[in-house]
């Protein structure tokens, strides 16, 4: 066993699991009584720069002024979000903002389902000229050519409007404006995000020292704190639940969208946006943009990301932080409510799933070394 697997290994038999200390996942299309989303059923247009809005739940301490609320790493563990207390079931999400500069922090805005369908955003600090997209499926990679860069002058020094429309038929990235990518549903190979998503961004180190080596190196660190601190702004969004009603629920297991219901409302599909415009993508992101290291499916083994921030945890509208685990520690490390890093409390002897995964993560090293979703 090389050192990497034996760190794995050791790291694993001390640290707890993290079930106790954030709220338990529940994936409906793996699990019955999950609770319904509660639906945005309308359009939102926040301004933050006039002050926090109820329609999030802060984790990691963001800060408000005439700017618009701030995301800042200032030292290893800080790790500030806001999560919507809302889903949209396909719709338009529209943010204006300013990623953090510095090697090895990372911006990120993502929409992302109880089942695990994803889109993202991610920004890296050391490239002020660059944005990277990325989509997933039910939380699975089984192949490793979906992030794509595309070019931005001046991401950090200056406000930008990145624009995710996602239909029944496909997703359309824009910045400012402009058509970046197009992904069409047919093109997915059966992976297309359709599952009512909450929207979540936020600010982390991916580059901090204590990380994994393919976390770092995507992440483009090292970070050095020293050289802080570094604050990603978001001056507002707008959003637009293309379907109405209260509540989302699903209907089924199969995870499409013709098995989402609507409660007092309607799922409306957003009807077809082709843009014969998007340009080709010509540029990939080795890593696949956020490393979920050992978190995604990769074919009949199942396991729910831990990787912070963006954690699909239940799918009640409490309003205090949520513990969660930050990129790079495993399960039983947690980020508390203020942000920091948090050792496990007990360490009881690791389960079967537990032992399978670390197999397979082994088995898989090299992708692992490179920072790429198991």
């Not at 994936?27 to 999030?56: K, R, V």
């Not at 992440?219 to 969004?237: C, D, H, K």
Request: hydrophobic share 35%; glycine share 10%.
């Amino acid at each position: 066993m090389n050192l990497t697997c034996l760190r794995l290994v050791t790291l694993a038999l001390f640290l707890n699991s993290v079930s106790a200390q954030t709220y338990s996942n529940c994936n409906p299309i793996q699990q019955s009584g999950c609770p319904p989303d509660s639906a945005l059923g309308t359009s939102a247009n926040i301004d933050f720069s006039h002050g926090a809005s109820d329609s999030f739940t802060s984790q990691g301490n963001p800060t408000y002024d005439s700017n618009g609320v701030s995301f800042t790493v200032a030292r290893s563990g800080d790790a500030p979000q806001l999560t919507s207390k809302w889903y949209i079931m396909f719709g338009k999400v529209e943010v204006v903002m300013k990623a953090a500069p510095g090697a090895g922090i990372v911006s990120s805005s993502v929409l992302q389902s109880d089942d695990l369908d994803e889109i993202d955003w991610e920004w890296l600090g050391a490239q002020d000229n660059q944005v990277q997209s990325n989509y997933f499926g039910k939380g699975q990679t089984t192949t490793y050519d979906r992030a794509a860069v595309h070019a931005v002058v001046g991401t950090h020094d200056g406000f930008h409007k990145y624009t995710v429309d996602w239909t029944s038929t496909q997703v359309v990235w824009q910045v400012d404006g402009t058509t970046v990518r197009v992904l069409q549903a047919t093109d997915a190979r059966g992976q297309f995000p359709q599952t009512p998503m909450r929207f979540k961004f936020g600010a982390w180190s991916g580059g901090d020292p204590s990380n994994p080596a393919g976390t770092v190196a995507w992440a483009q660190g090292p970070t050095s704190y020293a050289s802080g601190p570094y604050t990603m702004v978001v001056r507002s969004i707008a959003v637009t639940d293309y379907s109405t009603g209260t509540q989302y629920t699903y209907s089924g297991t199969s995870g499409n969208w013709q098995d989402i219901v609507a409660v007092g409302g309607k799922v409306n599909s957003g009807g077809s946006r082709t843009n014969s415009a998007a340009p080709a993508i010509t540029s990939t992101s080795n890593g696949n943009v956020v490393p979920f290291d050992s978190t995604h499916n990769s074919g009949s083994t199942y396991s729910t990301p831990s990787v912070y921030p963006w954690v699909a945890g239940s799918t009640t509208l409490a309003t205090s932080a949520v513990a969660t685990n930050y990129p790079g520690l495993p399960s039983g490390w947690t980020v508390n409510s203020s942000g920091k890093v948090v050792p496990p409390s007990a360490a009881p002897s690791v389960d079967v799933p537990t032992r399978l995964m670390m197999l397979v993560t082994c088995g898989l090293i090299s992708g692992f070394a490179l920072g790429i979703r198991l």
